[in-house]
């Protein structure tokens, strides 16, 4: 049985989404953010300003590896930037189902303006380093995906229901 693993930028949903997906397929969620914060005890703010990015990244690694090893199926939803790292690529395609969460920066903007919990936006222009990043990460977030799903003016319910029937 396969995971469905949700891909995208910050901000795209990735986590709600899980939530509501894991309860309707009644599997669990995982959400490797979070996975990592319960395993280091801290914040992924306080990891990235204790450790640094790229000891974040190794974590991120870390937890596919786990993951792996776990037979149980899950609905997984990944840090926005752990699919940059190529490490990754087999460790994804091996879990599962990777769906991607399509969304544009203006979007992104709207959802995240006012958010204090990425690291990345924190600096002082967040909107541009949100279109840098995107155009960054937008073809190998596409070339990743078995699905793509464009959640733009979505609302929840249809995105799911998208999601499922592409499963
Ligand atoms: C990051 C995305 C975040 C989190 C970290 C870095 C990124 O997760 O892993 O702040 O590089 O895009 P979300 O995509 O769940 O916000």
Redesign the pocket.
């Known amino acids: 049985m396969q995971n469905v693993i949700l891909i995208?930028?910050?901000?795209?949903g990735?986590?709600t989404i899980g939530k509501r997906l894991s309860y309707k397929m009644r599997i669990t969620m995982i959400?490797?953010?979070s996975w990592i914060e319960k395993k280091e005890g801290k914040t992924?703010t306080d990891i990235?300003k204790d450790q640094g990015e790229s000891y974040?990244r190794e974590c991120?690694t870390h937890c596919l590896e786990k993951l792996i090893e776990d037979k149980e199926r899950h609905v997984i939803?990944v840090?926005?930037?752990?699919p940059?790292n190529p490490e990754n690529w087999n460790l994804l395609h091996e879990l599962g189902h990777i769906v991607y969460l399509q969304i544009t920066p203006e979007n992104v903007w709207e959802r995240l303006k006012n958010d204090m919990?990425?690291?990345?936006l924190q600096g002082d222009n967040p909107k541009e380093k949100i279109v840098t990043?995107m155009n960054e990460r937008k073809e190998t977030y596409e070339q990743l995906a078995d699905t793509i799903i464009d959640v733009n003016g979505k609302n929840f319910d249809i995105i799911l229901k998208e999601i499922q029937d592409k499963l």
């Open positions: 995208g930028f910050m901000g795209s990735k986590s959400d490797t953010d992924i990235f974040f991120e939803s840090g926005g930037g752990l940059m919990k990425r690291p990345l990043l």
